[in-house]
């Protein structure tokens, strides 16, 4: 049998909250092609190295300073900690190895560490449940690139975005059930924002993504690389499995950059409208994610909270994203499963 292996990789964070480290982090980041796809790339640099970067990172720093642990980031511990329990479930014959599209352990190196290992096979598990160029596709292609470059021979097998797998859903709908039982108005799904103008470039057919009306909920084979069809997709899910009445939540978009349109509604200016409809015991699920971090934990917990209550919200609640409760590591491991016995999901 050939050595099998499982890499999983997220989104990473800088090495520390120190301003030269924040600063490092964003520029490989917003230097991604597919994060910022502004061409000329010269011009993509100018803005990433010039504009953008030298005044984001004291402001990122400080941010990232707010949520810091006394062991490092939460993303990057989170995720170290999934990758033990993935691994302690899976046992010694299948290892697991964990990357970063962006920081450490980068990708390069978790790659030079698997081709010195011996593995021949691995499963790809990007820690993203919904397809987004600046995410899904951007982790792929980066591992596909350095085993071209550093294990060629490798055999790599990808997880598909799984923004509706029942077990998926099952395992959302397990850590978020218990939320759902306190008292509360509403439920607001709070996705990470993408540009508009990426919506309409992976729309391969360019007439149906935010063109079509009710472009989201009208069948199409290009809803395979929306975004925004697989975020709507999640939310039916959960709210079917749940029992959440169709008044009772929504959704809204977070993290947007300045500059151009983004996808609507924005998140804060929801939290700021609905004590205003009498909407004060709010409940917060961040799906997008699938551990906590800067933007469930700072922007959400913290700045989204206060917004709410400033606006004459009552009580605020982020329901924490899957992180490394045993639903989630269950769901992954039975993935993996399928993966090494050659069944399908």
Not at 85 to 100: D, E, F, Q
Not at 268 to 295: H, M, N, S, T, Y
Request: glycine content about 4%.
């Amino acid at each position: 049998m050939p050595k099998r292996a499982v890499l999983l990789v997220n989104l990473g964070s800088p090495d520390s909250t120190a301003v030269p480290d924040v600063r490092r982090y964003l520029r490989e980041f917003l230097g991604d092609e597919r994060v910022i796809d502004v061409k000329p790339r010269w011009l993509a640099r100018f803005l990433v190295n010039v504009i953008i970067t030298p005044f984001r990172a004291p402001k990122s720093a400080h941010a990232y300073e707010q949520v810091w642990t006394k062991d490092g980031s939460p993303l990057v511990n989170t995720s170290k900690s999934v990758r033990d329990k993935l691994a302690a479930k899976l046992g010694a014959n299948t290892p697991v190895y964990l990357a970063m599209r962006y920081g450490n352990p980068s990708i390069a190196s978790v790659m030079e560490k698997i081709a010195a290992d011996g593995i021949e096979e691995i499963l790809l598990f990007p820690q993203y449940p919904h397809y987004a160029m600046s995410s899904w596709e951007t982790v792929v292609v980066k591992v596909y690139e350095e085993a071209r470059r550093l294990a060629p021979k490798l055999k790599i097998e990808s997880i598909q975005p799984f923004y509706q797998d029942p077990e998926y859903i099952e395992a959302l709908h397990a850590v978020t059930a218990p939320y759902l039982q306190q008292p509360h108005d509403f439920l607001l799904f709070s996705y990470h924002g993408v540009p508009e103008r990426h919506m309409r470039k992976a729309d391969t057919s360019h007439a149906h993504c935010l063109t079509v009306p009710d472009c989201c909920n009208t069948c199409s084979p290009v809803q395979g690389l929306c975004y925004r069809a697989q975020i709507f997709a999640t939310t039916r899910a959960l709210v079917a499995r749940a029992g959440i009445a169709a008044d009772k939540h929504s959704v809204s978009f977070q993290s947007r950059l300045a500059g151009e349109p983004w996808l609507t509604p924005y998140t804060d200016k929801v939290l700021e409208e609905l004590p205003k409809q009498g909407k004060k015991r709010l409940l917060v699920i961040c799906p997008a994610f699938v551990a906590d971090c800067l933007e469930t934990i700072e922007e959400i917990a913290g700045e989204g909270k206060e917004t709410f209550l400033h606006a004459g919200g009552e009580s605020f609640t982020q329901i924490p994203c899957l992180n490394d409760q045993p639903p989630y590591i269950e769901f992954l491991a039975k993935k993996v499963q399928y993966w090494l016995t050659g069944l399908k999901s």
